[in-house]
Nanobody, 125 residues
């Protein structure tokens, strides 16, 4: 059974930093893309960042570019999201996701099969 467990969310003031972690178990994703999405109340889930199995290939939503950094540790079957200069509009539940195949649009949630349960990030002004 595949499980993906996020951690590291919390409450932080605007301008602060948080690091989210996501540990996968049940299968390895070393050669698959992994990503972070987020969903704020009354909003649909939106793409945040993705890292290919070849870690040089990373993609970011324009809203987080320059502030967030995605990374992965294939030995640990984990993916991370370093979030700096946080803004109140970054408040959302953050989800990690893992792709199984090799096709699909990197920013579409339909590309990813496995999802974590989500971790809340709240940024106060």
């Amino acid at each position: 059974q595949v499980q993906m467990v996020e951690s590291g969310g919390g409450l932080v003031q605007a301008g602060g930093s948080l690091t989210l972690s996501c540990a996968a178990s049940g299968r390895t994703f070393n050669n698959r893309g992994m990503a972070w999405f987020r969903q704020a109340p009354v909003n649909s889930r939106e793409f945040v960042a993705r890292i290919d199995w070849g870690v040089a290939n990373v993609y970011y939503a324009d809203s987080v570019k320059g502030r967030f950094t995605i990374s992965r540790d294939n030995a640990e079957n984990s993916v991370y999201l370093q979030m700096n200069s946080l803004k109140p509009e970054d408040t959302a539940v953050y989800y990690c996701a893992a792709q199984v195949g090799f096709s699909g649009t990197y920013f579409s949630d339909r590309t990813y099969r496995y999802w974590g349960q989500g971790t809340q990030v709240t940024v106060s002004s």
